[in-house]
Nanobody, 130 residues
Framework: QVQLVESGGGLVQDGGSLRLSCAAS????????MGWFRQAPGKEREFVAV????????YYGDFVKGRFTISRDNAKNIVFLQMNSLKPEDTAVYYC???????????????????????WGQGTQVTVSS
């Protein structure tokens, strides 16, 4: 059974940093694109970042503007999201997600829409105070 467990959220001041982690189990981790999404109260779930199977290709939401970095450690089945220069508008629950389909199905396509992801973690709260 696939499990994704996020950690690393918390309260940070405007301009601060946090590093989120997502530990995966029950899956051949390196076969799947992994992503981070976020959802603020009253808003739809929003794409944050995605990383391909090997970690060579990464894509980010427009709002990131160089502040966040997604990475993965396939040996440890963990994906990270380093967030710097945090702003109050970054306040949200952050979710880790696994692509619905493995690499041999996706071929070279890296999806970014939430609908493309089939498994989700429980989320970790990030709060940025002004």
């Amino acid at each position: 059974q696939v499990q994704l467990v996020e950690s690393g959220g918390g309260l940070v001041q405007d301009g601060g940093s946090l590093r989120l982690s997502c530990a995966a189990s029950g899956v051949t981790f390196s076969n799947f694109v992994m992503g981070w999404f976020r959802q603020a109260p009253g808003k739809e779930r929003e794409f944050v970042a995605v990383i391909d199977w090997s970690g060579e290709r990464t894509y980010y939401g427009d709002f990131v503007k160089g502040r966040f970095t997604i990475s993965r450690d396939n040996a440890k089945n963990i994906v990270f999201l380093q967030m710097n220069s945090l702003k109050p508008e970054d306040t949200a629950v952050y979710y880790c997600a696994r692509d619905r389909y493995p690499q041999h199905v996706r071929r070279i396509v890296v999806v970014t829409a939430p609908e493309g992801f089939g498994f989700w973690g429980q989320g970790t709260q990030v709060t940025v105070s002004s």
